[in-house]
């Protein structure tokens, strides 16, 4: 009712404008009209009745109130449904996450999407992790398939176990979405070791994962991934690595970052 009593007539594109009336905003009626709903069930509705609903009707009668993608998520709530995912910001949230794991150097980061695409990473996880322009640009590709991080690292075979069980949850929470299923044709002809990995069927939520890594500069490095979610983009996952304490690896990181270390670096960063 509040946000009802919000919208005016001539916003709704009612022909009247709003003349001649009492108060500025919507009336039932034409908030029914507007959204094809009949004006007793939405009464109902904002009555709270039990009353049977869709999201189909739900999100019509958002888009007259003019919600916000917060309070339509919680219109779905009120009716007793499950919310839909957040809608991803626009192009402007990238520039904050991007000044995330800027600020996080020395410390390697990076940023995929739902499909495991490469969308930023930062000078880190470059010297670190061997991310770099001629890669495939895909972190569950290039886990199974990039030379260098296999050779650096100490922790991938028991990984690999964790990495595809996240996988296969993720891609079970979207079972007829064409981008996994291509991704997974392509990981099953790319690598022997992922489809026998992915035939166990083993499932595990997104989360921390401990590496040890061996950089032909500095040597083992400890490292802990962490993913996480941001609600104003939630079609990105950021991976955070944070040094552990073993093998002196926050000084090791704070001296590749450094213009000596820059210099020695496989990957140098111009400038």
């Keep these: 009712m509040s946000r009802r009593a919000r919208v005016t007539p001539a916003e709704a594109g009612l022909p009247d404008g709003g003349a001649r009336r009492r108060t500025p905003g919507l009336r039932r009626e034409e908030v029914a009209v507007l959204a094809g709903v009949g004006a007793s069930w939405y009464q109902w509705l904002e009555q709270g009745r039990d009353i049977s609903v869709s999201p189909q009707v739900l999100d019509a009668v958002a888009r007259v109130l003019r919600l916000s993608d917060a309070e339509r998520r919680h219109l779905y709530l009120l009716a007793g449904l499950n919310p839909p995912a957040p809608r991803p910001a ?69 990984n690999a176990h ?3 069980a996240q996988f296969r949850a993720a891609s ?84 590749l970052a450094s213009p000596e270390g820059r210099r020695g670096a496989m990957y140098p960063v111009a400038g």
Aim: hydrophobic share 40%.
């Design 90 to 158: 626009p192009d402007h949230g990238c520039e904050g996450v991007r000044r995330l794991i800027d600020t996080w150097m020395p410390y390697p980061a990076h940023i995929m999407d739902i499909y495991y695409n490469c969308v930023m990473y930062n000078d880190a996880a470059g010297w670190v992790l061997g991310m770099r322009p001629e890669n495939t640009q895909n972190c569950l590709v290039d886990f199974f398939t990039d030379p260098m991080y296999r050779s650096r690292s100490h922790s991938w075979q028991r």
């Design 162 to 164: 964790t990495v595809v």
């Design 172 to 255: 079970a929470a979207r079972p007829d979405d064409e981008g996994f299923q291509t991704l997974l044709a392509e990981l099953s002809e790319l690598s022997a070791e992922f489809t026998e990995l992915w035939e166990r069927r083993d499932i595990e939520d997104a989360g921390v994962i401990s590496k040890e890594l061996e950089h032909p500069l500095v040597g083992l490095l400890c490292l802990e991934a962490t993913a996480l979610r941001v609600p104003a983009r939630p079609d990105l996952t950021i991976v955070l690595h944070t040094p552990l304490d073993e093998a002196n690896t926050a000084a090791k990181l704070e001296w």
